[in-house]
């Protein structure tokens, strides 16, 4: 295969704008801010009440000052928040109202990068009489109407970064994506006054540099039409200095303009590509060779703009070293060939292709040479993905049945009677945290996963929520908090442990130090440690549906306090996935009359080899397929299971680059 190259013409990079954050305080319940005010079935403000209420206190005199009393103990009949809903939204987010966002009044600086909308109707709607002018009201109305459109709730909330206020209108900045779905509520009704809402009006210095800008984006965009092949999806990027239409422009006249101009040109592919589809299907190879790079930082950009570039042409460089290609470690994870020729590397240290190869397990060809057929790109691929333990059966180490007996009843109440279970196990020092993990694996074929939105403002994931602050926060403390949260969460039945313990996977081991409650004991007493995985029934109380879920939680058991119950749940953290099938742990193998597990595990390794051999999955798949309960490793009910199913898998289902052959 040819390296991808096209005329000559050099450009380097600089390293892109960091992103900007988005606000912290997201997801959580708020607490009303007057009383007096309701909200109607589709979350829009009714101001009457809180409006009826002002006019009688107008009025003056003792009478005014009976009604107040009456009407204050109505309003508060009327409109006060649940006692769960107030503590849960307190301890959420302590003391503070939902939105949590920038104003951009006073030295606060503008966040560059957000597009900025224009929203009217706030005076004209019953909000306007709230604290504020009803700024926040509108703006929460607009995250959440928004997210909800944009099906986000279980992602990525729409969020307002910044918002000011000017004359009838209130400005809201967001990013380019989330201000495109903010747009889409144009008309939408809100407290009794249709909200319109358009892109901001530019200042006229506002439009002189867009326009200027626009020149330059039509003058990069001129340039990239030459130096894009079509019929090869290539981009020639190769010897940008001697591009008579790049120099007369003064882009390359120093490094640092070389590198905007760099970046510039990712930003327009960016525009004329919307989606990460439409880029992978409109330019699968790139050439940025001989532009004397010596270090891939410079050209980085590209990783982030087109992540599944298929070929990539690096020749007649000045790369001397792997420390010169460090930047290419997990990127291109989609790369199948890659041309390095013509640099200094190859005489200096020609061992780097070990090194690439490792790297880029999809890379098929290097430098014009085949390094791997499919095949074996494939298993380069299976062997980077994670693996799960041995399983080797439960190891359940209890104490005098303490820890059997808590598990049976603990489910059977956490499905009756969750107030009764935590007044049993809890007490004021109890922990409890729940996390949800949207990226499980799971078999493609089974029903879709159930809406994640009655948990997501609870979750604690440690690897999405990033902040301390949000991070303690929903670590629910004390026995009367925990409680309130189990009464909001969703209805759930649990198989039966003595009836189905092939559906659970448990784990008890002994665990010493703990505090001791009575203070008695320095050094800590004796408790117990349990893990359990398993599946339960939820019922959606808004599609009226049942489906599964997944779940693992670990419990630590300790000694209970006088007068109270012989042991306590000193902490529970629970973890919701997708619903997937556990193996069962429990029962026996089933093997094939006379074969051995070595020679049973060799046949089965084999079938999944010939599987995604024949229908281009790769062998994580194939294994699927064949394991499925409905096939049981029989090789032509899994084709014919795929073959219903093909056009329903993932496109990471199948090895990059290869093609069905069924």
């Keep these: 295969m040819a390296p991808p190259r096209g005329p000559r013409g050099g450009a380097t990079r600089a390293n892109r704008g960091q992103p900007s954050s988005r606000p912290t305080d997201r997801g959580g319940i708020q607490k009303r801010k007057a009383a007096g005010t309701r909200q109607d079935i589709d979350g829009d403000l009714d101001m009457d009440s809180e409006g009826r209420r002002t006019k009688r206190l107008a009025a003056g005199g003792a009478g005014a000052s009976r009604t107040t009393r ?21 301890h959420l987010n302590g003391g503070n109202s939902l939105v949590s966002r920038v104003s951009t009044r006073g030295s606060q600086k503008t966040i560059p990068g957000l597009v900025w909308l224009q929203v009217k109707g706030l005076k004209e709607s019953k909000a306007a009489s709230n604290p504020g002018g009803g700024v926040r009201d509108l703006l929460q109305f607009l995250e959440r109407k928004a997210t909800t459109a944009a099906h986000r709730a279980s992602t990525k909330p729409i969020a307002i970064k910044q918002h000011r206020v000017q004359g009838e209108l209130v400005l809201v900045g967001a990013s380019k994506e989330d201000s495109e779905e903010i747009l889409k509520l144009n008309g939408f009704l809100f407290a009794g006054a249709n909200v319109e809402i358009s892109l901001k009006e530019e200042s006229s210095t506002t439009s002189e540099t867009s326009a200027h800008a626009q020149l330059l984006k039509d003058h990069l965009r001129s340039i990239l039409s030459t130096r894009y092949d079509g019929a090869t999806k290539l981009l020639k990027l190769d010897a940008l200095s001697a591009d008579p239409a790049i120099a007369e422009t003064g882009l390359l006249s120093s490094s640092e303009r070389a590198e905007k101009m760099f970046r510039a040109l990712m930003k ?13 299907e409109a330019i699968e190879s790139i050439s940025v060779a001989s532009n004397n790079i010596d270090n891939l930082n410079q050209v980085l950009v590209l990783a982030d703009t087109f992540p599944d570039l298929h070929n990539l042409n690096l020749s007649g460089n000045s790369l001397s070293s792997i420390d010169g290609l460090k930047g290419l470690k997990g990127k291109f994870r989609e790369l199948r060939a890659l041309y390095l020729t013509e640099n200094p590397i190859e005489t200096a240290q020609p061992e780097y292709k070990a090194t690439i190869l490792e790297w880029f397990p999809t890379l098929l060809d290097l430098n014009g040479i085949q390094v791997r057929t499919p095949e074996q790109a494939a298993a380069a691929v299976a062997a980077t993905l994670p693996q799960s333990f041995p399983q080797n059966g439960p190891d359940f180490r209890d104490a005098n049945a ?30 409890f945290s729940l996390a949800v993990d949207t990226n499980s694996p799971r078999d493609p074929s089974l029903p879709a996963p159930l809406p994640w939105a009655a948990y997501l403002k609870y979750s604690r994931n440690l690897t999405k929520i990033t902040h301390t602050g949000p991070r303690i926060q929903r670590l629910f403390k004390g026995a009367n908090l925990i409680s309130e949260l189990w009464q909001g969460l969703p209805p759930s039945k649990h198989p039966d442990l003595k009836q189905e313990v092939n ?6 081991h002994g665990l010493p130090g703990l ?26 109380e808004k599609s009226g549906t049942t ?22 749940v000193v902490s529970d953290m629970v973890t919701l996935r997708a619903h997937t099938p556990l193996p069962d742990v429990f029962g026996a193998p089933a093997s094939a009359p006379g074969t051995t597990d070595n020679a049973q595990a060799e046949q089965h390794a084999a079938m999944v080899a010939e599987l995604a051999k024949q229908t281009g999955m790769t062998p994580v798949y194939a294994e699927m397929c064949l394991s499925d309960a409905s096939v049981g490793w029989n090789f032509e009910k899994a084709l014919a299971i795929f073959n219903e199913r093909k056009a329903q898998l993932p496109a990471d289902a199948f090895v990059a680059g290869v093609g069905v052959n069924i």
């Design 70 to 90: 009456s009407t204050r103990s109505s309003t508060t009949t009327q409109a006060r928040p649940s006692r769960q809903a107030a503590n849960l939204a307190r």
């Design 503 to 508: 559906k659970y996977i448990m784990d008890c």
């Design 515 to 540: 505090a001791d409650p009575n203070g008695q004991n320095l050094r800590g007493v004796d408790g117990l440690i349990i893990t359990i995985h398993g599946e339960f029934d939820e019922f959606d």
């Design 402 to 431: 303490i820890g059997e007996n808590f598990l049976l009843d603990f489910f059977t109440n956490y499905d009756n009677n969750r107030a009764s279970l935590v007044s049993k196990y809890y007490d004021q020092s109890s922990s």
């Design 268 to 280: 327009v592919c960016d525009e004329l590509f919307k989606t990460r589809k439409d880029k992978s």
């Design 547 to 568: 489906g599964k879920r997944s779940f693992s939680r670990t419990f630590v058991l300790g000694p209970g306090l006088p007068g109270k119950t012989p042991i306590r």
